[in-house]
């Protein structure tokens, strides 16, 4: 079968669900809402660390005779005359006190025994409870890196089996896992079981991330395959925003931890709503299924059409295609945008993460940097559909990565406490979260138009398993802070503007969304073709407008 046919096939496929559904309808806007709203529990357990360790001030605890004296009176007694013992970075406090055990001299330090918390904000943290601090602090960003780890290995093992065993039994099982795991965490006795269930969370986590997009980016056609994917990544600042709301109410971490587990409990209901993809089904051949799903699909939309007719004229015109992990580098079309797509994944992981964690940092109200800089993300990602649809995806990521990273850099020229509130720190923060909603939507789009349906969930789950292998680098950035409290936005604007200067590489998506390997590459070499006749009448992927 050769390049032009194959291309007909994927637009056949495209026109078989536009005129038996429609591009967007009552069924389609119901998947899609059910789709969104999963982005809650994800951004939920992804972003909590920011609150369940967040910055605290520690110091030595009190014992014997000095119990009766208050906390500033103890502070002032210990405080080593040595400044450089002081430990400043995500936490601040002294690892080492004063020697006052000793009756001969107060000179000299020893090592805190124990530590007390500043407990005004919060009651109980993760870091208070397992003492995270000093020696120990890097067990914290070891508590967000086996979660990303987790994220990672979720999206590439559950991406794989979405394309294998569908994507609607993958979703629900990834959905219940994810809840279930998380309000168990809550009741973690010690510091290391909490890092494992957190680590069987976010497989979950991972998987519910890939499968919910693709099943989005599936379900519909037309402009609204522009339109609803971008609109799908909102609920995940909101979410933030509300994590922020919960957990300025409850300020000890195993109540909110049961409270973000619990309510992704509700989730698990969505098996009632969420039916299989169809053009899942009709690209691996199970063609009854499809039918029914269709048929209840026009139903809602109410749409009247020979769906079996359609269906049947699609197979005796199509060939199957069985595609494996492999072929994501197999041919020359998909080797160097699939190179491209990863390492700017991985850039992405880095500067996405870190700078949402960062974000505790850039103002003394916690709560406050958090919901706002989350609640930035709502205009961008309004913003990111116009623009997409107006300038096209590659402009669009390329100026929302600079905008980020120039932001992100200006922020080092206002100190921290210098203005009431942080302001300036703050209005950058919220125009850099910004670029980056109008950056990921369209950077998801974006990744999911450039692989075949036979291949989607498996290259978006590689794109993803990239991003959570930068995830895993986020936390070390932010303790940069303990070098220089420069360092952090140094290398998350740094990065970013790296990122835009990749997405100048890639290649700008057709308008046939492809569903084979073959029709990547013979959409190619077809646009080549035409290119070099302008007089060609010959209909592509590239001249039927479908977003």
Request: hydrophobic share 45%; aromatic share 12%; proline share 4%.
């Amino acid at each position: 079968m050769n390049n032009y046919q194959e291309h007909e096939n994927t637009l056949s496929k495209d026109n078989i669900l536009t005129s038996t559904i429609g591009d967007f309808g009552k069924w389609q806007l119901k998947i899609s809402i059910l789709m969104a709203l999963v982005k809650f529990p994800i951004a939920w357990f992804q972003m909590s660390i920011v609150f369940l360790a967040p910055p605290l001030t520690f110091w030595c605890q009190k014992w014997g005779s000095f119990e009766n004296i208050t906390d500033a009176e103890w502070r002032n007694l210990i405080q080593p005359d040595d400044k450089s013992s002081k430990y400043i970075g995500i936490n601040t406090g002294y690892c080492h006190m004063k020697n006052i055990i000793s009756n001969e001299t107060s000179k000299g330090t020893i090592q805190c025994p124990n530590y007390s918390y500043d407990e005004s904000t919060f009651s109980s943290t993760i870091t208070s409870e397992w003492d995270l601090v000093c020696e120990r602090q890097k067990l914290m960003d070891l508590s967000q890196i086996t979660l990303m780890m987790g994220v990672l290995l979720g999206n590439i093992i559950f991406g794989i089996l979405a394309d294998k065993k569908g994507r609607q039994k993958i979703l629900i099982i990834c959905l219940f896992s994810q809840a279930l795991l998380g309000f168990i965490a809550s009741f973690a006795t010690s510091f290391w079981l909490f890092i494992l269930l957190r680590f069987c969370l976010a497989l979950a986590n991972g998987g519910t991330m890939v499968t919910s997009f693709v099943i989005c980016i599936e379900v519909v056609g037309g402009k609204w395959r522009t339109v609803v994917p971008v609109l799908y990544q909102i609920p995940f600042g909101i979410g933030n925003a509300l994590l922020s709301g919960f957990a300025f109410y409850i300020r000890d971490w195993r109540s909110l931890h049961i409270l973000i587990g619990g309510l992704s409990m509700i989730y698990i209901a969505m098996y009632r709503f969420v039916p299989e993809s169809p053009r899942w089904l009709l690209t691996v051949g199970r063609q009854e299924e499809a039918i029914a799903v269709m048929t209840n699909a026009a139903e809602e939309n109410g749409v009247k059409v020979s769906i079996e007719d359609s269906v049947r004229t699609l197979i005796n015109t199509s060939r199957s295609s069985n595609n494996s992990l492999k072929d994501l580098f197999s041919t020359a079309a998909l080797r160097p945008r699939c190179l491209l797509l990863f390492l700017n994944w991985f850039l992405a992981g880095i500067t996405f993460y870190a700078f949402l964690q960062y974000a505790g940092h850039i103002s003394q109200n916690l709560f406050l940097a958090v919901a706002l800089g989350s609640l930035s993300s709502l205009p961008g990602t309004i913003i990111c559909v116009f623009l997409i649809g107006r300038y096209g995806r590659k402009p669009t990521i390329i100026y929302s990565f600079v905008l980020t990273g120039l932001c992100s850099l200006l922020i080092l020229f206002f100190p921290k406490d210098s203005y009431i509130l942080d302001w300036p720190r703050v209005a950058l923060m919220g125009l850099a979260t910004i670029g980056l909603s109008i950056s990921i939507p369209a950077m998801y789009l974006f990744t999911g138009e450039l692989f075949p349906t036979t291949l989607r969930n498996s290259g978006i789950g590689m794109s993803m398993m990239f991003s959570r292998l930068g995830s895993m680098i986020a936390p070390l950035v932010v303790s940069l802070l303990d070098t220089a409290r420069f360092l952090p936005l140094l290398v998350i604007g740094g990065v970013t503007l790296l990122q835009a200067a990749l997405v100048v590489l890639l290649p700008e998506v057709g308008r046939g969304l492809p569903d084979t390997v073959q029709d990547v590459e013979g959409g190619e070499v077809v646009m080549e073709q035409k290119d070099c006749n302008k007089e060609s009448t010959r209909v592509t992927a590239k001249d039927i407008v479908v977003y």
